[in-house]
């Protein structure tokens, strides 16, 4: 019964920005941390950006002073937005999400995952 969906992916080009959402169902959203990874062509799933229960952000060093990550825990959702995007950036892009109060930067440490939405970013 738990779901989690993406949406908001596409095609842009460098320099672009795109904002995308995650939205939760069948579990209460404010006791989970969300983290959003992205997995690129031939690459392993990576960190880009995560949200404490408490409203606290991380960020991969990749990412940092271009995504923001927020939540709207009366919506049940999560929002990552991209700028200034880069090619490397490309990726299928998951949000998860994670019940315990420490921040954690590693997929196995999630307990739900969403489908995936696919951004590329052409150069």
């Known amino acids: 019964q738990v779901q989690l969906v993406e949406s908001g992916g596409g095609l842009v080009q460098a320099g672009d920005s795109l904002r995308l959402s995650c939205a939760a169902s069948?579990?209460?959203?404010?006791?989970?941390?969300v983290g959003w990874f992205r997995q690129g062509p031939g690459k392993e799933r990576e960190f880009v950006a995560a949200?404490?229960?408490?409203?606290?952000?991380t960020y991969a060093d990749s990412v940092k002073g271009r995504f923001t990550i927020t939540r709207d825990n009366a919506k049940n959702t999560a929002h990552l937005r991209m700028n200034s995007l880069k090619p490397e950036d490309t990726g299928v892009y998951y949000c998860?999400?994670?019940?315990?109060?420490?921040?954690?930067?590693?997929?196995?440490?999630?307990?739900?995952w969403g489908q995936g939405t696919q951004v590329t970013v052409s150069s």
């Open positions: 069948g579990l209460t959203f404010s006791w989970y941390a």
């Open positions: 998860a999400l994670d019940h315990d109060v420490v921040t954690h930067t590693t997929p196995p440490e999630y307990d739900y």
């Open positions: 949200i404490s229960r408490s409203g606290g952000n």
